[in-house]
């Protein structure tokens, strides 16, 4: 068995440069990847962290009280039973929480991008409360 080499603390330039580095090994060179998001033929490069162990830590320091009931294909139904046989899991809702906190922060950027329009969306549904207030003389329900 090898031994761990010691891992120095990159920081985020070094990375991407890192990552570049190997992807180029691999024959990726993205420097010359040409791309055009109007034509959808964007790339996005994603790094996820070589074991769950971080994000597993992170779950368990806040609590799990709000629900989302969702309806999954069989396949993915499947694969959360093989990670609960791992015996890391008490449950498939643990380990879909879990995968799903992952998959969000992998799309955090595009959710970014949309903050501002639905920051709008907001403001306008306010102003539509208080018009519709004002027209029946009334508050705005709850809700």
């Given amino acids: 068995m090898r031994k761990k080499e010691a891992k120095p603390d990159l920081a985020k330039k070094d990375i991407w440069n890192l990552i570049q ?15 055009d998001e109007a034509d959808g033929s964007s790339v996005k490069v994603v790094c996820i962290a070589p074991d769950l162990e971080a994000s597993f830590k992170e779950m368990e320091m806040f609590p799990r009280g709000q629900t989302v009931m969702i309806r999954t294909d069989e396949e993915t139904s499947r694969t959360l039973d093989a990670w609960l046989e791992t015996g890391h899991f008490k449950s498939r809702s643990e380990a879909a929480a ?9 799309r955090a950027s595009e959710l ?3 903050t501002e329009a639905l920051e709008q969306v907001k403001k306008a549904k306010e102003r539509l409360h208080e018009k519709a207030g004002a027209l029946f003389g009334k508050k705005k329900l709850s809700g």
Avoid: V
Wanted: charge should be positive; proline fraction near 0%.
């Fill in 21 to 35: 580095a190997r992807l180029k090994e691999r024959g990726i060179d993205l420097e010359n990847l040409c791309c």
């Fill in 98 to 106: 879990l995968f799903l906190r992952e998959g969000l922060k992998l």
């Fill in 112 to 114: 970014e991008k949309l």
